[in-house]
């Protein structure tokens, strides 16, 4: 099989606001939200304000809203302050979330998120309760000198529960499917990478044998939701602690860390890369890591990375002109593009691009990000 897939002319970012189904999930159209941390919630607890932002973009043309990070619920997960939960009180707070993307035509999928080596004692909401990891490891905030702790048997056995009853409660509350979080360095990407894990027991090992823990967070997940409830997962190869850092370096070895999740349940993979148009692995040609992981696994792939960021006053991430997109929409390499920044600074990016006035999109500027709503 070749790496390279033949250019195809591109028919245009205009594809991006057909209509698309992925399983039982219908949406308007194939730009989705990615996820991102506001921490607009003191109290943990979704509020109306978090739903108007979130509805704000669900009614200008972006078809799936993937929520910012929010905690399963397990005081372990917790670490950066004003996240929301997704458990316990905070949960009315989603109903309101999740009516208000409905109410505008979008769908929604909360980010189901566990951060690992970034919690330390004295955080809340349990102050004594250290970060949990595969390994007892630096504590990933790097001027925190307390180790994480090397999760027991029974640690783990919490933290899958408490992941499949999120999952079950997305489902209950109307969401439309879940996506796990198994990106950046946190929980489930520090049992991956062979860095952060260094376990001799069931959970360690080769790289198939470190997706152990992933895989048995997605079948709980499925046993609660059944078949057919949309599950997205992220990865990426790069970490906070290390924008380097790799969990494979060939497509094989992709496959070796893919695979298991696949078998184990999930429905579409989301493919988080700092710049979507950037090969996957360059001795491979020119296909994309979206590229790669929906050739190699069959399934529905998300891409983010850089989509709008070359307008002027966008503070860049490269060349990420429309047309790369372009390019790679044409190919198949993705089914959906998530944006960040450029809906952060500007929720109705979308509808401008969908309606050719992109010189009239708002410009992203992280110094101002607390002023974007
Ligand atoms: C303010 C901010 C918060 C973010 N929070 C999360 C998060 O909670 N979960 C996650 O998986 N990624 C998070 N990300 C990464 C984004 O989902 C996205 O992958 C990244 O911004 C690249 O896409 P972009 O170039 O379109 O912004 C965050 C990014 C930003 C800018």
Same mark, same amino acid.
């Given at each position: ?21 992925? *399983? +039982? ?21 979704? #509020?109306?304000?978090? @739903? ?9 043309? $972006?078809?799936?809203? %993937? ?6 619920? =397990? ?19 989603? /109903? ?5 993307? #409905? ?10 998120? =566990? ?12 102050? *004594? ?12 905030? !790097? ?18 529960? @408490? ?10 509350? *109307? ?5 796990? =979080? ?12 062979? !860095? ?8 360690? +090992?080769?790289?198939?044998?470190? !997706? ?57 993979? #989301? ?19 979206? *590229?790669? !992981?929906? /050739? ?5 792939? %998300?891409?983010? +990375? ?8 966008? /503070? ?7 047309? $790369? ?26 509808? &401008? %691009? ?11 500027? &992280? ?7």
């Amino acid at each position: 099989m070749s790496a390279q897939t033949a250019f195809v002319e591109p028919a245009g970012i205009g594809a991006l606001f057909d209509p698309i189904r992925l *399983g +039982g999930l219908s949406l308007s159209t194939r730009i989705a939200m990615a996820p991102m941390s506001r921490y607009f919630c003191p109290d943990g607890v979704p #509020h109306q304000g978090v @739903a108007d932002y979130y509805r704000r973009r669900a009614e200008n043309s $972006v078809g799936l809203i %993937i929520s910012e990070g929010t905690y399963i619920g =397990h005081p372990s997960a917790a670490s950066y302050e004003g996240v929301p939960y997704f458990s316990g009180a905070a949960l009315e707070g989603w /109903k309101l979330v999740v009516a208000a993307v #409905h109410a505008a035509g979008g769908k929604m999928f909360p980010q189901l998120w =566990h951060t690992g080596s970034f919690r330390n004692s004295s955080m809340q909401p349990e102050p *004594g309760l250290p970060g949990f990891g595969p390994s007892e490891n630096r504590n990933a905030f !790097t001027d925190h000198p307390e180790p994480t702790r090397a999760m027991s048997e029974s640690d783990i056995a919490d933290v899958i529960a @408490a992941y499949a009853e999120a999952a079950a409660d997305a489902q209950r509350l *109307g969401f439309d499917g879940v996506e796990i =979080h198994g990106a950046h360095g946190y929980l489930i990407d520090e049992f991956f990478w062979d !860095t952060t894990n260094r376990r001799t027991d069931a959970y360690g +090992g080769d790289r198939r044998q470190r !997706t152990r823990f992933g895989v048995e967070v997605i079948a709980a997940i499925r046993a609660r939701v059944g078949a057919d409830f949309p599950l997205s997962f992220r990865y990426s190869q790069w970490k906070q602690q290390d924008y380097a850092a790799r969990l494979a370096d060939t497509p094989d070895q992709l496959l070796e860390v893919l695979g298991p999740l696949v078998d184990a349940g999930v429905s579409i993979l #989301h493919c988080s890369t700092r710049r979507l148009w950037e090969p996957g692995f360059a001795e491979h040609g020119d296909l994309t890591l979206a *590229g790669w !992981t929906r /050739k190699l696994t069959g399934l529905p792939v %998300i891409a983010v +990375g850089g989509a709008g960021l070359d307008r002027p006053g966008l /503070k860049s991430a490269g060349p990420a002109s429309l047309e $790369v997109i372009e390019t790679a929409l044409a190919r198949g390499d993705f089914d959906l593009l998530a944006v960040g920044r450029a809906l952060l600074a500007d929720p109705e990016w979308a509808e &401008k %691009i969908r309606t050719g006035r992109l010189a009239e999109t708002q410009g992203y500027d &992280k110094f101002q990000l607390e002023t974007l709503i």
